[in-house]
C-alpha cells in the first residue's frame, strides 16, 4: 500500500508560478512510476506529467502533456520519496485540482490513463486569475 499527499497548491496570478510537492510513503519510492494529473471545473481528470520509475537516482522517462511541455518540469527525490511538479508561466487553464498517482510497472513507458495508477493522493487546488 502507497499513501499519497499532495502539497504546495494555492491561488497566482497568471505568469506566475508554483511548486507542487508529492510525498509518498508506505513502499519502496524508487520502484514506482510517478504521474501528476488535475481535474478542472467541469472537465474530467488528465495527466499532466510523469517520471519513469529509477535504477539508483537515474530515472529512464519523463513525459508530459502538450498543454503544459516547457512551461512544467517534474523530478523525483528518492532520498525523500518526494515527486514535484514545477509550474511556471501559469495560464488560467491551469486551474484544476491536482493530484499525485503511483503506478508500478516494469516498464519505462509513462502511462497517461488514469487506469493505469494504482494510488492517488487527495488532491491540491491550484488557481490562476487572470
Known amino acids: 500500500q502507497v499513501q499519497l499527499v499532495e502539497s504546495g497548491g494555492g491561488l497566482v496570478q497568471a505568469g506566475g508560478s508554483l511548486r507542487l510537492s508529492c510525498t509518498a510513503s508506505?513502499?519502496?519510492?524508487?520502484?514506482?512510476?510517478m504521474g501528476w494529473f488535475r481535474q478542472g471545473p467541469g472537465k474530467e481528470r488528465e495527466f499532466v506529467a510523469g517520471?519513469?520509475?529509477?535504477?539508483?537516482?537515474?530515472?529512464?522517462?519523463?513525459s508530459y502533456a502538450d498543454s503544459v511541455e516547457d512551461r512544467f518540469t517534474i523530478s523525483r527525490d528518492n532520498a525523500k520519496n518526494t515527486v514535484d511538479l514545477q509550474m511556471n508561466s501559469l495560464k488560467s487553464e491551469d486551474t484544476a485540482v491536482y493530484y499525485c498517482?503511483?503506478?508500478?510497472?516494469?516498464?519505462?513507458?509513462?502511462?497517461?490513463?488514469?487506469?493505469?495508477?494504482?494510488?492517488w493522493g487527495q488532491g491540491t487546488q491550484v488557481t490562476v486569475s487572470s
Open positions: 508506505g513502499h519502496t519510492f524508487s520502484t514506482y512510476t
Open positions: 517520471i519513469s520509475w529509477t535504477a539508483g537516482d537515474t530515472y529512464y522517462a519523463a
Open positions: 498517482a503511483a503506478r508500478f510497472t516494469m516498464t519505462h513507458t509513462i502511462a497517461t490513463n488514469i487506469n493505469n495508477y494504482d494510488y
